[in-house]
């Protein structure tokens, strides 16, 4: 299993960016894939996820109506929209992804087999 983030960088608080995670080495269709994030000093968080079999995707509270996740099934493609963006949503982003056997709540929670080396995402207020 490889995933590989791309799509981090340097924004202003209200812009927006994409984050996309290429995934090969499995697959694609049996797994949920996640988005997590770990700012310094704190916990890492489960933002969103999708589980491909069924479409079904989930989303943090502190992420909902701001942030949207996609998956691309041609392409092996998992993307996060991130709109309105604050400063507190700085962090490095972690895509992830396991063997669909849970929900997408359950993975946020307690997080997933296999990681990317992440990317920063760094909000200026």
């Known amino acids: 299993v490889q995933l590989v983030e791309s799509g981090g960088g340097l924004v202003q608080a209200g812009g927006s960016l994409r984050l996309s995670c290429a995934a090969s080495g499995f697959s694609f269709d049996d797994y949920a894939i996640g988005w997590f994030r770990q700012a310094p000093g704190k916990e890492r968080e489960g933002v969103s996820c999708?589980?491909?079999?069924?479409?079904?995707?989930y989303y943090a509270d502190s992420v909902k109506g701001r942030f949207t996740i996609s998956s691309d099934s041609a392409t092996n493609t998992v993307y996060l929209q991130m709109n309105s963006l604050k400063p507190e949503d700085t962090a490095v982003y972690y895509c992830?992804?396991?063997?669909?056997?849970?929900?997408?709540?359950?993975?946020?929670?307690?997080?997933?087999?296999?990681w990317g080396k992440g990317t920063l995402v760094t909000v200026s207020s």
């Open positions: 999708v589980t491909n079999a069924d479409g079904a995707k």
């Open positions: 992830a992804a396991d063997r669909w056997e849970y929900t997408g709540t359950y993975y946020l929670k307690y997080g997933m087999d296999h």
